[in-house]
């Protein structure tokens, strides 16, 4: 990949939808506005300023073949060009890519890339099932995404030698960070006991993995020159993704390609493709980064994530998350919106999109209680359909 | 549809039954492909697709081994079973290495659950899974113990 000479793309604002859990009074297309209009307010821009928009859902729970129609026709944007992206938990990754291209492209300048999770949308029994990227055999033999992240964890605690005590440790941490923001879902109550969060049955289980919720996300992107014009602080945005195969069984010494060949389900070699590249594009080394925001859907996935992303070496991450690295005050402060375990898990809604809310939040020093000191480098991780989605982006001053 | 609910439910996200017709070979017999150009295996079928490796699109049907070892094992009692497997909850369910090198998803039957663990040894079993949404029962690979 050609490091490409282009316009730079500056994130000028984010919002996100607020914690709660349902939002039953509202169908997909009014909930989403709230969230849009107070997107484009902080830029100081308004919807007829956006040149191109793009969508991620999930059309398990947003029954529509074309929303990009949809969502111009909302929004009032007809006839700008408004692309929908249906690529699971990190769809919005793949938005952002799309209008990053459009920006640096210079073919527009103003863009931005929405993101919608409404289970309440659909009758969620029925979702469920299908949810992921199911080929052949798994899904038609009872085999669900759930299934697919439980045996990973089991697989890379058993290769690691490592016991739940670590995934408590991550979850606590989760907690804390959440306790102190005020758009996560646990934000409030008291903090899970240690008794709770190694309970060795499903309630401990439960309390070591994601929990899900509604959202609506937005993301306004602008070129340099617009920034430097609505005299925004700028912060710099790249954005990169791989695929890995779809079926679970090929994430064992996969021969269709010789990166993957030599790694199992514990290791996530298409999260170091992505890494690398946009890191290039970025101009940035692992060793640069100062928060990371990674896709914990189980607390094993967020420490494979830190290990693949570079910023420990395989098999650390469990160690690095005993040892309190990712702490606000540790190596690396991780997941500090309280990711999906405790800010939960909104999928196509936001599961990539709330990671840049988060780490734009913290780059311009707007992450109150849990503000990290003078970050300038960020990443965000997230992960489709079982990591047969990569992607990676990487937000700085 | 389950016993609570005999009746047939119209759903949106329904599979058609010619989709199980279609895939009846790798579901009863572990039917993969053999790349006719470079000789890799590959499961699921490629069939009609291209190798990854090699790139070609002639691909013989091929058997997986019907023997292999448990690498790692979820004993599912979170309470989310799949659709249509409610009634067989809490499954064992299982990566599988097979003698032939193709890992597989699936689940170990006929036997308690601490009997499987990483390393057990498994052999394939052809059993009753789950109704198709014309209702007929579907069928197809389960792994039991290989003693
Ligand atoms: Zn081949």
């Known amino acids: ?397 | 549809m389950n016993s609570q609910f005999p009746e047939l439910v119209p759903r949106l996200e329904s599979y058609a039954t010619i989709k199980t017709w279609r895939e009846r070979h790798g579901r009863y017999r572990m039917q993969g492909s053999r790349c006719k150009k470079c000789n890799e295996i590959w499961f699921p079928s490629r069939d009609a697709l291209i190798c990854p490796k090699c790139q070609s699109r002639e691909f013989i049907p091929y058997e997986c081994a019907r023997t292999g070892e448990v690498l790692t094992v979820q004993h599912e009692i979170m309470g989310y079973p799949a659709m249509g497997y409610g009634e067989l909850s809490p499954r064992k369910i299982v990566m599988i290495k097979l003698d032939d090198g193709v890992t597989i998803i699936s689940e170990v039957v006929d036997c308690a659950a601490e009997e499987v663990k990483p390393g057990t040894k498994v052999k394939m079993a052809f059993r009753k899974h789950k109704r198709e949404e014309n209702g007929c029962w579907m069928y197809g690979y389960k792994f039991v113990l290989n003693k």
Request: hydrophobic share 40%; with cysteine.
């Open chain 1, 1 to 397: 990949m050609q490091k490409p000479n282009f316009k730079k793309v500056v994130l000028a604002s984010a919002a996100v939808s607020g914690p709660e859990r349902s939002v039953l009074g509202l169908g997909y297309r009014q909930f989403i506005m709230k969230t849009v209009l107070e997107a484009l307010d902080k830029a100081k821009l308004t919807v007829k300023d956006v040149e191109v928009g793009s969508i991620s859902y999930n059309e398990r729970n947003i029954t529509e073949g074309a929303l990009g129609c949809v969502m111009a026709d909302a929004l009032g944007m007809v006839p700008i060009p408004f692309v929908s992206i249906s690529q699971a938990c990190a769809g919005g990754a793949i938005c952002s890519d799309i209008i990053w291209n459009y920006l640096v492209s210079g073919r527009y300048k103003i863009g931005i890339v929405l993101g919608l999770n409404k289970p309440d949308n659909f009758d969620f029994r029925d979702a469920m099932g299908p949810i992921g990227n199911y080929c052949d055999y798994d899904f038609m033999l009872g085999f669900t995404h759930e299934n697919y992240g439980h045996l990973r964890s089991e697989w890379y605690k058993q290769k690691y030698n490592y016991t739940d005590s670590v995934a408590a440790k991550w979850a606590w941490q989760c907690h804390w960070y959440a306790r102190r923001n005020p758009m996560a879902l646990a934000n409030s109550g008291p903090m899970p006991t240690d008794e709770q969060l190694n309970d060795p049955g499903p309630a401990g289980y439960r309390a070591r993995t994601a929990t899900g919720r509604n959202m609506a996300s937005c993301l306004v992107f602008v070129t340099e020159d617009v920034a430097e014009k609505l005299k925004i602080e700028p912060t710099y945005f790249n954005v990169s993704y791989a695929h890995r195969p779809v079926y679970i069984g090929n994430h064992f010494g996969y021969t269709g390609d010789e990166r993957f060949a030599p790694y199992d389900m514990a290791e996530q070699p298409a999260i170091k493709i992505a890494a690398e590249e946009a890191y290039k594009i970025a101009g940035i080394t692992a060793d640069k980064i100062d928060i990371a925001q990674v896709h914990d859907l189980s607390s094993y996935d967020g420490m494979m994530a830190l290990e693949w992303l570079g910023i420990v070496p395989p098999g650390q991450g469990g160690k690095f998350t005993a040892e309190g690295h990712t702490s606000i005050e540790g190596k690396c402060p991780t997941n500090t919106d309280g990711g999906a375990i405790a800010f939960a898990h909104s999928s196509a809604g936001g599961d990539f999109s709330s990671k840049i809310y988060e780490n734009w939040l913290q780059l311009t020093g707007k992450a109150g209680e849990r503000q990290v000191k003078n970050p300038k480098v960020t990443v965000a991780q997230a992960y489709g359909t079982h990591h047969s989605l990569d992607v990676v982006g990487i937000l700085k001053k």
